[in-house]
Nanobody
Framework: QVQLVESGGGLVQAGGSLRLTCTAS????????MGWFRQAPGKERDFVAA????????MTGDSVKGRFTISRDNVKNALYLQMNSLKPEDTAVYYC????????????????WGQGTQVTVSS
């Protein structure tokens, strides 16, 4: 089992940047493909980005492509999401998730989830 804790959320103006961090503990971090998802109030959970176990492969959701970058550091057991050019529609709770399978844009493929961190982008 792996435990995930997100941090780095907050309030930022449109056009600004934030970097989210997800820190993992428990089983070896490199055992898992990792993903970021987000959920806005009243909406379904959406895929943001995913990265393979050693960072060789990445996927990015269409709505954030060119603005958000996912990365990981297996030595530090950390997953990152660099978010640039933020827009009000990026406002959501952001979750990191771990998958014992290959990276995926489907939340059903992920086995472990963090508690989420709130990102609010003001216009």
């Amino acid at each position: 089992q792996v435990q995930l804790v997100e941090s780095g959320g907050g309030l930022v103006q449109a056009g600004g940047s934030l970097r989210l961090t997800c820190t993992a503990s428990g089983r070896p971090f490199s055992n898992y493909a990792m993903g970021w998802f987000r959920q806005a109030p009243g909406k379904e959970r959406d895929f943001v980005a995913a990265i393979s176990r050693f960072g060789i492969s990445r996927m990015t959701g269409d709505s954030v492509k060119g603005r958000f970058t996912i990365s990981r550091d297996n030595v530090k057991n950390a997953l990152y999401l660099q978010m640039n050019s933020l827009k009000p529609e990026d406002t959501a709770v952001y979750y990191c998730a771990a998958s014992a399978r290959d990276l995926s844009d489907s939340d059903r493929q992920y086995d472990y989830w963090g508690q989420g961190t709130q990102v609010t982008v003001s216009s």
